[in-house]
C-alpha cells in the first residue's frame, strides 16, 4: 500500500549552519515527491512536534521522515500515536557537525541520507505486536538456596505467584550448613548466625509461594510467557524463570594437591565448616589457612572465587573465640574482601594471634604429629618454615551448571556457558542475562559472590523475570532492544531447511521439525536480526528490519561516475558501540569523510550478503562493516554476531568473487562504544586502501 509520506528537516542545533535546508527541501521535494515536506527551526520543540501532529490529522499522513538528531534522543517527542510510522534520519551528527559546512559534498550526504531514509520507510510495515493468547504470570525458581529463597520472596512480595524447586529434601542449600556467618551490617567484630534460617520461615510463611522439596525438572518446553514445566508427577505454566543451582567446592584431581588427601591434617574450608557445625572443631594450637588454593591457578581455577578470603577469616575467628592461645596464619596472594566485608577483616587484622603472610606456598611435609609447610613471603624477600596442627585450604567454588533445567531448545538442555561453566550472560551490560530469553541466573551459578551479593542477585534476577512477563503481555522484546514489537516472520515456501537459521541464532529462537524446517518461538527473539543475517534464501524479515528495507536504503545513494572522482563507500555500524562511537566522534567535532554513507543494523551478524552484492552492483566502491569486539572478552549485545560476520568472510570473498572485485572492497573492524577516534580512523585508513584500489567496475553500468 502506497504510504502519505510526510519529510519534516529540522535546522536546530547548528544544523542550519552546515546545511541550507531550505535548499534541501526545495531539491529533494520534487525527487521525492512527499505529500508534505517541511523545515523548521526546532522540531522537538512543541511547535515542531505540532506542526507534525497536524499534517498527521488533516493530511492523512501515515508514516514522517524526521531529518534531524538519531535515535536515542528526542524518541517520545517523534513517536506518534494512530499506527504512524516514523523513520529517524541523523543529519546532525553524520552530516551538519562532521562535515564541512555549506558545501557540495556536504549537500550531496544529506541529499543521500534523505534518499535512504525515504526509500526505507516506503518499505517499512507496521510493527504488529506478537502476543499469545495465554501469559502465564507466575515465576518458576530453581534452587532453594540463599539466592533462590530471597528471589522467590522479592516475586511473592511484588505479587506473583513463584513455584520454587529444591533437589534436597530441606531448603537452605549451603548456608544451612553453616554455624555462622560474616557480619555485613555493624558491629563486624562478631559473627552473626546465618540468615538463611530467617529467609527459609518466610519462604513457608508466604502464601504466594509454592516449595516443591526433592523435585526435580523433567523438561522445559515453550516461550516466556508460556512456559510449560514438567516435573516429578506434575506440570506447571509459568512465564518465565530464575535458576539459583548454586555451588559445589571445587575438588581437584591432583594427588599432590597441598597435601589433601594424604596428609591427615590437611582439609578444606568446606570440611572445616562440617565439622564446625557439628560440634568438632579440631583441638588445636597452630593452623594455616591457605589462600588460593587452586583459585587464580591456570592448572585449577583460573578466577577468584570472590568468597575464600572471607570464610578463612571468619574460620580463623572460630579457633580463636574456641582457642584464647591459638596461633592462626593466612597464606594470600591478595586479601580480597568487598564491600562492607572489609570492615570484618579490620577487625580480625587487630587480633595479635592471627598473622597474615603475603606469599606463595612452596612445599608441604608431614612432620611427627605437625605439618611443616615452606613458604616464601613476598614482603619480607626470605624462605619461612611453619609447623602447625593444621592446615585449611581455600579451595575456591564452582558452579552447579544448569543441564538440570532440561530445556526442550534444540540448541541444548542447559543455559550456553563460559569456559568456566557459568551461564554466558553477557554480564558487562545485562548480569542477569542468559542466552535463553526469559530465564535468568542469580547468585553464584551465575558469578561468585558472598551472601549480601547473592541475595541483592536474586532481586535484580526475579525483576528482570517479572519484566519479561509485562514485556510478554504488550508483545515487547526485553534488553537490549526493549520495547521493540517487530518479531520474525517467515517466508516457509522459499526455506531450503538449511538450519543456518536454528545453529545461528544466540538465543534459541528456533526449533526445527524433524526435517530440519525451523519453527520459531518469537518471544524467545531478541530481534539481533542474525537469522536475517544468516539465511540465505530471504526467507526471515521484521516488519522493520527485513532483507528489501535495507536493499532499497543502499540503491537509494547516489553514485557519481568515476570522472568525478568521489568514491562512495557503504559504512554498516551496528546500533549497540559502533553507532553510539561515531555519533560520539562528531560531537568531539572529528570528522566523517563525505565520502562514506552509513547504515546502522541491528547487529553485523544481521547484515546479509544480498546486501553486499546490492551495494557492490550499486556502484560503492567498498564497504566497511564496523561492529562491537568479539571474543573472549566481547562486547556484542547479541552474543556472538560479530564473531558470525568474521566465520562469514568466505561466504563474502565469494560474492567478491563471482563479481570479479577485489577481496579488499569488503573489510570488517571493531570497536568499544568509547572508540571514537578509533572507529574515524578505521574509516579515514578504509578511504586510502579505495583509493588505492580505485573505482568499483560496476559504478557505470
Known amino acids: 500500500m502506497t504510504k502519505n509520506i510526510g519529510i519534516y528537516i529540522c535546522s536546530g542545533c547548528q544544523i542550519g549552519n552546515s546545511i541550507d535546508t531550505n535548499k534541501l527541501c526545495d531539491r ?46 528526542k524518541d517520545d517527542a517523534f513517536r506518534f500515536d494512530n499506527g504512524v510510522l516514523t523513520e529517524r534520519v541523523n543529519i546532525r551528527e553524520l552530516v551538519a557537525w562532521s562535515m564541512d559546512p555549506l558545501c557540495e559534498d556536504t549537500d550531496m550526504a544529506a541529499d543521500d541520507y534523505l534518499r535512504m531514509g525515504f526509500a526505507g520507510l516506503d518499505s517499512t510495515s507496521i510493527t504488529t505486536p506478537f502476543i499469545l493468547d495465554e501469559i502465564s504470570e507466575e515465576i518458576l525458581v530453581v534452587g532453594g538456596g540463599v539466592s533462590g529463597l530471597s528471589a522467590a520472596i522479592e516475586g511473592a512480595e511484588a505479587g506473583y505467584r513463584i513455584h520454587l524447586i529444591e533437589k534436597n ?44 522439596l526433592k523435585s526435580g525438572i523433567e523438561k522445559i518446553d515453550g516461550q516466556p510467557g508460556e512456559f510449560v514445566v514438567k516435573l516429578n508427577g506434575s506440570s506447571i505454566k509459568v512465564g518465565s524463570i530464575v535458576t539459583a543451582a548454586g555451588w559445589r567446592p571445587y575438588k581437584p584431581d591432583s594427588k599432590d594437591f597441598y597435601g589433601l588427601g594424604v596428609i591427615p591434617n590437611v582439609i578444606t574450608s568446606v570440611e572445616l565448616e562440617e565439622k564446625v557445625s557439628a560440634g568438632k572443631l579440631p583441638k588445636v594450637e597452630s593452623v594455616l589457612f591457605i589462600q588460593c588454593a587452586g583459585s587464580r591457578d591456570l592448572e585449577h581455577l583460573s578466577y577468584c572465587s570472590s568468597i575464600c578470603c572471607g570464610i578463612s577469616l571468619k574460620q580463623a575467628k572460630y579457633y580463636r573465640d574456641e582457642h584464647p592461645d591459638a596461633i592462626i596464619y593466612i597464606l594470600y596472594k591478595d586479601i580480597r574482601t568487598i564491600g562492607f566485608l572489609e570492615e570484618f577483616y579490620k577487625e580480625v587484622q587487630d ?24 613458604v616464601q613471603d613476598k614482603l619480607l624477600g626470605e624462605q619461612l618454615t611453619l609447623n602447625v596442627e593444621q592446615v585449611v585450604l581455600a579451595t575456591g567454588m564452582v558452579p552447579n551448571g544448569t543441564d538440570d533445567l532440561k530445556l526442550g531448545y534444540r540448541l541444548g538442555e542447559g543455559l550456553p556457558e563460559l569456559k568456566y561453566e557459568f551461564p554466558d550472560s553477557h554480564f558487562i551490560c545485562f548480569p542477569y542475562e542468559t542466552r535463553r530469553t526469559g530465564i535468568y541466573a542469580a547468585g553464584t551459578v551465575r558469578a561468585p559472590m558472598d551472601i549480601p551479593s547473592s541475595m541483592d542477585d536474586a532481586g535484580g534476577a526475579m525483576l528482570k523475570a517479572i519484566q519479561t512477563i509485562e514485556a510478554s503481555k504488550r508483545g515487547e522484546a526485553v534488553h537490549p532492544r526493549s520495547g521493540d514489537q517487530s518479531y520474525p516472520e517467515l517466508y516457509l515456501e522459499r526455506c531450503t531447511d538449511c538450519k543456518r537459521c536454528t545453529e545461528e541464532c544466540p538465543f534459541g529462537t528456533y526449533d526445527e521439525t524433524s526435517s530440519g524446517t525451523p519453527v520459531v518461538y518469537p518471544n524467545r527473539c531478541r530481534r539481533c536480526g542474525i537469522c536475517v543475517g544468516s539465511c540465505p534464501e530471504r526467507v526471515i524479515s521484521f516488519a522493520d528490519y527485513s532483507i528489501n528495507i535495507i536493499s532499497e536504503k543502499i540503491k537509494a545513494v547516489n553514485i557519481p561516475d568515476e570522472f568525478d572522482e568521489k568514491p562512495r563507500v557503504l559504512v554498516f555500524v551496528c546500533e549497540n558501540d559502533a553507532m553510539p562511537a561515531l555519533e560520539m566522534a562528531a560531537r568531539e567535532k572529528l570528522s566523517i569523510n563525505p565520502y562514506v554513507r552509513v547504515i546502522s543494523v541491528r547487529c553485523l551478524g544481521s547484515i546479509n550478503r544480498v546486501w553486499i552484492s546490492d551495494a557492490l552492483s550499486h556502484g560503492f566502491d567498498g564497504i566497511l562493516q564496523i561492529g562491537c569486539k568479539p571474543g573472549d572478552n566481547y562486547q556484542c549485545h547479541f552474543i556472538h554476531g560479530s564473531e558470525l560476520t568474521e566465520q562469514r568472510s568466505e561466504i563474502m570473498e565469494e560474492t567478491l568473487s563471482t563479481m570479479m572485485l577485489e577481496p579488499e572492497r569488503i573489510m570488517t573492524k571493531f570497536v568499544e562504544i568509547t572508540d571514537y577516534k578509533g572507529i574515524i580512523d578505521h574509516i579515514d585508513e578504509y578511504m586510502e586502501e579505495i583509493e588505492l584500489i580505485g573505482p568499483n567496475p560496476f559504478k557505470d553500468i
Not at 558491629?187 to 509454592?210: A, G
Open 351 to 374: 587480633d595479635p594471634n592471627i598473622i597474615f603472610i603475603k606469599g606463595e606456598f612452596e612445599t608441604i611435609q608431614q612432620t611427627g604429629d605437625s605439618v611443616e609447610v615452606i
Open 169 to 212: 529434601e530441606r531448603l537452605g542449600g549451603w548456608a544451612s550448613k553453616w554455624k555462622k556467618q560474616i557480619p555485613f551490617d555493624e558491629p563486624f567484630e562478631d559473627l552473626i548466625d546465618p540468615v538463611v534460617t530467617d529467609l527459609i520461615k518466610r519462604v513457608e510463611e508466604n502464601e504466594l509461594i509454592t516449595v516443591y
Open 28 to 73: 529533494m521535494s520534487g525527487e521525492l515527491n512527499p505529500v508534505v515536506m517541511h523545515s523548521h527551526k526546532a522540531l522537538c520543540s512543541p511547535d515542531g512536534v505540532n506542526l507534525i501532529q497536524k499534517d498527521i490529522a488533516e493530511k492523512n499522513i501515515d508514516a514522517c521522515l524526521v531529518a534531524a538528531c538519531g535515535t536515542g534522543v
